[in-house]
């Protein structure tokens, strides 16, 4: 039995190092916004220059979308026993942000290849569409999405305690905040790379980053489903 239990107790540090370590790497995409400022160039289809700093972009996005559907299904195992519907809704909702982000860099991806096929100034216009289509679908997968999985995995770990509650209740500030910065964004009041929306970001991303480092450092913290787990057959 004390084996058993040592085992389940070990697998569930094993799911929290996994989670966490996945939640880091999810920071990976940072550099993009320095990495696809040459592509809101009005001209970018026309000008000269290598796409190398695009193409980088686009690989590292991919792997945030990778990461972002891991945390959910790392997750789940444990997230189920307090909800298994709130912890379906996360998985669906990660997936949903990762899809979107990858539709995003097909835009993009697109653009570099008509770009590289000297498609001239006729595409001009077919350029700034795909630019603008990254744009709206950041604003939904990267930063409307993660207002609900914020709520979604903030309740979780607020209710199971798996965490020590000032992480969810950083989600529960981050979210709204977010959700705001998405509004005005959205109608136009400011732009998506501009100071006010770089300041409401921050909750949110912070609370993102110490859950993944508590997560890598410390792991879960004794709870009723932790105890069940490791004391379950």
Request: a positive charge.
């Amino acid at each position: 039995m004390a084996s058993t239990a040592t085992k389940r107790m070990d697998s569930l540090r094993k799911t929290a190092l996994v989670a966490g370590l996945l939640y880091l790497v999810t920071f990976v995409s940072i550099p993009t916004l320095a990495l696809y400022s040459s592509v809101h160039d009005p001209n970018y289809i026309v000008s000269a220059g290598p796409d190398t700093a695009v193409l980088l972009g686009g690989i590292l996005e991919v792997i945030v979308a990778f990461a972002g559907i891991g945390t959910a299904v790392a997750l789940y195992s444990v997230l189920k026993r307090q909800n298994q519907g709130a912890a379906l809704a996360f998985v669906a909702a990660r997936t949903v942000e990762g899809v979107g982000i990858m539709a995003g860099v097909v835009s993009l991806l697109v653009l570099v290849a008509l770009r590289q096929a000297g498609a001239g100034a006729g595409a001009l216009g077919i350029g700034q569409m795909l630019v603008a289509l990254y744009d709206r679908t950041f604003l939904l997968s990267q930063s409307l999405m993660p207002v609900v999985n914020a709520l979604l995995l903030g309740t979780l770990l607020y209710r199971s305690r798996l965490v020590p509650r000032f992480l969810p209740v950083l989600a529960f500030i981050g979210a709204p905040l977010l959700l705001a910065g998405d509004a005005l964004t959205y109608f136009g009041i400011i732009g998506r790379s501009s100071g006010v929306a770089g300041l409401l970001v921050i909750p949110d991303a912070l609370w993102e980053l110490l859950l993944g480092i508590w997560l890598v450092a410390r792991g879960f913290k004794p709870s009723a489903i932790t105890a069940g787990m490791a004391t379950a057959r």
